[in-house]
């Protein structure tokens, strides 16, 4: 079993719609949990960070964490065709390094 | 711009030669991270820094890799006798340490190919 795992995808929603990315993780002592966008041929960017239980809103993007149940996810409202690429989870447990999961690719159809 | 810049940005080598690939990270981060990543895979730790010293390194991680960051600053990743497996996308990323959630942020990354 990965320490992270992601539905490799790939996931299709319509523009406009509300897209679903989640990840489970292993190590029950993570603490910080993030989301990073990487599109093809280039490097993550991150675009949210979470580390209490609840819901974590910018803009269209909303991480939502529980530790109870090792489960993160980030949903994408209003999906447009810019969001298309991979979206990767990754979690830290403050010690220095962030595991990864593989990705998800995402595709927004106009 | 005052983001993590890395170079080269490509680089292209034979096997069993030596290469080196420097990364500077964003000024006030004190923590430097180096992964690789492959196509479809995550990116994969390989050792990190904070300022100067080597905290960690992976247990994955031939000896033929080597890393330093010698006045706390930029740092640089040498692989010797370079094989067709070290193939992939070599990512530096800086933190600073002790912020709340140590957001790491990655720099272009250096896109390593061996004949």
């Known amino acids: 079993q990965k320490e992270v795992e992601q539905n490799s995808g790939p996931l299709s929603v319509p523009e406009g719609a509300i897209a679903s990315l989640n990840c489970t993780y292993s190590?029950?002592?993570?603490?910080?949990f993030f989301w990073y966008r990487q599109y093809s041929g280039k490097s993550p960017e991150l675009i949210m960070s979470?580390?209490?239980?609840g819901d974590k809103e910018d803009g269209r993007f909303t991480a939502q964490l529980n530790k109870a149940s090792q489960y993160v996810s980030l949903l994408i409202r209003d999906s447009q065709p810019s969001d298309s690429a991979t979206y990767l989870c990754?979690?830290?447990?403050?010690?220095?390094?962030?595991?990864f999961g593989d990705g998800t690719t995402l595709t927004v159809k106009p | 711009d005052t983001g993590v810049s890395q170079d080269p940005r490509h680089k292209i080598t034979k096997r069993g030669q030596n290469v080196t690939f420097r990364c500077d990270p964003i000024s006030e981060h004190n923590r430097l991270y180096w992964y690789r990543q492959t196509l479809g895979q995550g990116p994969e730790f390989l050792t990190y820094f904070q300022n100067e010293a080597q905290l960690e390194k992976s247990r994955l991680l031939s000896d033929r890799f080597s890393a330093e960051r010698p006045k706390g600053s930029f740092s640089t990743l040498e692989i010797q006798r370079t094989e067709q497996g070290d193939s992939a996308m070599y990512l530096c990323a800086s933190s600073l340490a002790g912020s709340p959630y140590n957001e790491q942020f990655f720099g272009p990354g250096t896109r390593l190919t061996v004949l």
């Open positions: 190590d029950r002592v993570s603490q910080s």
């Open positions: 979470i580390y209490s239980n």
């Open positions: 990754a979690v830290n447990t403050n010690a220095g390094k962030s595991t």
